[in-house]
């Protein structure tokens, strides 16, 4: 028997929405419920594998049932913004599925359903309804299951006539008597006051239908009787109000809702847009369908091809490369194979054996890689240079497709090849890929993307900074930074003994033993055995989060000791111990990786470990970086650090005579700020006072909130609004810079640096006043820390050339926000300062002076 699956939109859409937390893509597009939503339906299409399918719709019109009583859902909640334009999103995906969706003036979804199942039934056609909706239970026949959802997204339940019996324990077309009896509180249908649903099922079970209850009303007793009485027509109203309608004109034939494939194109498309990337891969593959719309050939190639293909590269001056390899981490990768396109629409592939076997093969492969005549593209250039340079081998590259999908959009997740080539050339491309074939695309999408950077006015911040950029942080990662193990390994154990320390003064606070990493145990102890106000619950019981514990850290000494220990734990599982699994055994160094394409504001971050989050302002952050040493007592670490430069390109951007004047003459800004907006004197200045006005200096390039800085000082939001404004007032340029940002961004929907790097800020235009806000803050933030991103990285690519130029063995090592970190030997200290003092406060030109501190030592420590 031929299956129609019918499915209640509106229903399930909504419980997507709810069941699943907020989810946003990199353009500030919500997509919760549709993503929800869709891995419901991708779930049940394969389980069900129906023949036919529709997707049924409410209409904001009023139905018959609101024409009837005014009232009729009067009591729903308005339908969240974040939730409103998802529902013209899904019905993209629906019409590139090639579901029909259905939605008819004066009806409701369910109206379509009971409609289209009756229709069915009568063509001998099963039908399953997939809803959340109860109501719909009232359609359930031999011919006709619910499939209902139980719990989330997850969990769903088939009702038939026998699940029915069992559950209601009356047939399915009483369900509408039943509401008519108990009411429906969701969609405001009163029914008769003091009947439950328990009442209602035992009258039906008795009476078998309203109009025979109100028939023998009289025979009923007490309260029960006087309601049923008093209350008999609006129950008859109420049960005309459950009841769907089953004869609504459809301008529908089953045979136009036959299921059918997808526009596969056009759904990955959307599924790229929307970032929903675990769903991609669920997608049903069309048959036959032609992968590449581009003609490739691929060939692998062997001893007597290679040089062949070299002379042509040669002869053509360039060459795309796209590596094999067995890893992400580019230390621990090993090559496996190597594709090359010397032209569009083919490659080639060369196992890596090839190279091991030939001497003849890897030297010619050697000089091509590293000639800047020809003009090699790469995608992730700097891992494969990490990667070859294993072999002995200098990459020399010229294009990173990478690099140019994160300047053409920042905020994406991810930039790996397949997604990049699908947005730039509408094609599928499976990371399992042969590489010779992969590689073949990386032509085409460098003549793309060379394009859009030139529109977009970025060839100089490609060019001239990310690409010799990537070479730099090539060179760092290998470099690593050396660390002295025994220091290490003491300091993981002084660890572990503070935290059996800490442990037993938590017991003797708390007046018991427990887990304290348990937040089910550790929440009973706090707010049932020791009495503490619950400030959070959840669906798993008590929160015990950091912002919790922070709350509640004046009313129990236990609390400050449990956040020591979080602390403490968490610097001995991922530096202490997690640092020592990093070391290299034989050079006693640890290679971070430094990513060029995560933030979107253009700061370069580190993991694997992240060096750039060790606490400084703690006794324990200072012990970890002792750890970190120069590479012998001949050398030192320097550290050249910007001083305030966020401040300085704000007083750059807005062009604020009095930030500029104040920087120009070298004062103190927190203390001229403080005098201005304080109303007093640089010298009565106090050190209160100049926190204060730190805060407001800072909290301004932030676009912090007067409640935002009322809460970081402990003062009253009044207050705080006054800081802002008196801030404001006397530095009037800041105040148009603001205004000027937000106006420009709402406008072109993105800002840009000095260099003008690009972030797209859609949600500024927003009609969520929430969204809206976070998009005008980062409008106002992007640009200034952006700018100083820009900077340090220039001046990261000019002190690498000078130290070449110079012939010297300092080496850049890590970079953490606006400071550098160098191992430089004793020798060369004094011209290495004189370069990285030169060339970070001359890296782009300002209204006012760049200043770079400095500091020296044996280990990190001593410098920080």
């Known amino acids: 028997m031929k299956k129609i699956m019918l499915i209640d939109g509106n229903s399930l859409i909504h419980r997507a929405f709810h069941a699943l937390p907020p989810l946003m893509t990199s353009k500030g597009v919500h997509t919760n419920a549709v993503y929800g939503f869709m891995n419901m339906l991708m779930r049940i299409l394969k389980e069900q594998r129906p023949d036919y399918i529709a997707v049924a719709f409410d209409k904001k019109s009023p139905t018959f049932r609101h024409q009837e009583f005014i009232e009729y859902k009067a009591n729903r909640v308005r339908t969240p913004e974040e939730l409103v334009g998802q529902f013209d999103v899904l019905k993209q995906i629906l019409k590139a599925m090639n579901i029909r969706y259905i939605e008819i003036d004066g009806y409701e979804a369910d109206d379509i359903l009971g409609s289209l199942s009756k229709k069915a039934e009568e063509a001998g056609i099963f039908t399953l309804i997939v809803t959340g909706d109860k109501d719909t239970l009232q359609l359930v026949s031999p011919m006709v299951h619910v499939m209902l959802t139980r719990k989330g997204i997850s969990e769903m339940e088939i009702y038939d006539p026998d699940k029915m019996a069992e559950r209601f324990g009356i047939p399915p077309q009483a369900i509408p008597d039943m509401k008519g009896l108990m009411g429906d509180s969701s969609d405001n249908i009163p029914g008769i006051?003091?009947?439950?649903?328990?009442?209602?099922?035992?009258l039906l079970q008795e009476y078998g239908s309203l109009e025979n209850i109100l028939e023998n009303a009289e025979k009923l007793k007490g309260k029960l009787r006087e309601n049923i009485l008093k209350y008999g027509e609006q129950a008859r109203v109420s049960k005309r109000l459950a009841t769907i309608v089953r004869d609504v004109e459809l301008d529908v034939d089953l045979e136009e809702i036959a299921l059918t494939e997808p526009d596969y194109a056009e759904l990955l498309k959307i599924f790229r847009e929307l970032e929903f990337y675990t769903l991609i891969n669920k997608l049903p593959r069309p048959q036959e369908k032609e992968e590449h719309p581009e003609k490739l050939s691929c060939t692998v190639i062997d001893y007597s091809g290679f040089g062949r293909m070299m002379e042509r590269v040669r002869a053509a001056g360039v060459l795309a490369v796209e590596l094999k390899t067995d890893g992400r981490n580019p230390m621990d990768a090993h090559l496996i194979g190597i594709g090359f396109s010397p032209s569009r629409g083919e490659g080639f592939y060369v196992p890596a054996e090839v190279l091991e076997k030939s001497p003849e093969v890897k030297s010619d492969l050697k000089a091509v890689l590293a000639d800047p005549g020809i003009t090699k593209i790469i995608h992730d250039g700097k891992y494969a240079r990490t990667v070859l340079a294993k072999i002995g081998m200098d990459f020399v590259y010229n294009f990173d497709t990478m690099l140019a999908a994160y300047l053409l959009d920042p905020s994406k997740p991810r930039y790996d090849l397949e997604s990049v080539v699908f947005d730039n050339l509408g094609v599928e491309l499976k990371g399992t890929e042969d590489p010779g074939r992969r590689v073949a695309y990386l032509i085409p999408l460098k003549e793309i993307m060379s394009e859009k950077l030139k529109s977009c006015a970025m060839e100089e911040l490609f060019f001239g900074v990310e690409m010799p950029l990537s070479f730099v942080l090539s060179d760092m990662e290998m470099t690593g930074i050396k660390v002295d193990p025994e220091k290490l390994e003491s300091l993981s154990r002084e660890f572990g003994e503070k935290l059996e320390e800490l442990t037993g003064e938590i017991y003797r606070l708390a007046g018991v033993e427990f887990n304290i990493n348990s937040p089910k145990q550790l929440g009973e102890v706090l707010f049932e055995k020791l009495n503490l106000p619950v400030i959070?619950?959840?669906?798993?019981?008590?929160?015990?989060?950091?912002?919790?514990?922070?709350?509640l850290k004046n009313a129990h000494p236990v609390v400050e000791k449990i956040l020591e220990y979080r602390f403490l734990m968490k610097m001995k599982s991922t530096y202490a111990d997690g640092l020592l699994a990093l070391v290299d055994k034989s050079t006693y160094r640890i290679h971070s990786n430094f990513n060029q394409t995560i933030t979107a504001t253009g700061r370069i971050s580190s993991t694997e470990p992240n060096l750039q989050n060790i606490p400084v302002k703690t006794d324990i952050g200072r012990k970890i970086r002792g750890v970190f040493v120069a590479e012998s007592p001949e050398h030192v670490l320097l550290s050249g650090d910007y001083s305030q430069i966020e401040l300085r390109v704000l007083a750059h951007l807005s062009g604020d005579e009095g930030l500029i004047e104040a920087f120009i003459k070298g004062e103190d800004i927190h203390t001229r700020t403080a005098s201005e907006v304080f109303g007093v004197p640089p010298e009565q200045v106090t050190p209160l006072l100049r926190d204060r006005?730190?805060?407001?200096?800072?909290?301004?390039?932030?676009?912090?909130?007067?409640?935002?800085?009322?809460?970081n000082l402990g003062i009253s939001t009044a207050e705080a609004r006054e800081y802002i404004e008196n801030y404001l007032n006397r530095y009037p340029k800041v105040r148009d810079y603001i205004r000027e940002t937000i106006r420009n961004a709402r406008m072109s929907g993105y800002v840009t640096t000095i260099l003008n790097r690009r972030r797209y800020i859609p949600e500024i235009n927003?009609?969520?006043?929430?969204?809206?806000?976070?998009?005008?803050?980062?409008?106002?933030n992007t640009p200034i820390q952006g700018s100083a991103a820009d900077i340090i990285k220039v001046a990261m690519v000019k002190i690498t050339n000078h130290f070449r130029e110079y012939g010297l063995k300092a080496k850049m090592l890590i970079q953490v926000h606006d400071e550098l970190i160098f191992d430089v030997p004793k020798s060369e200290l004094e011209v290495v300062k004189n370069i990285v003092k030169d060339d970070m406060e001359n890296a782009i030109p300002l209204k006012v002076p760049l200043v770079v501190d400095f500091k020296e030592g044996y280990t990190w420590e001593e410098i920080s």
């Open 193 to 202: 006051p003091g009947v439950g649903e328990k009442t209602a099922l035992k």
């Open 693 to 711: 006005a730190k805060a407001v200096n800072f909290g301004i390039i932030y676009g912090i909130s007067d409640y935002g800085l009322a809460q």
């Open 536 to 551: 959070k619950k959840k669906k798993s019981g008590y929160s015990t989060d950091a912002e919790v514990l922070e709350k």
């Open 766 to 780: 927003s009609r969520n006043y929430n969204l809206r806000s976070f998009a005008e803050r980062v409008a106002m």
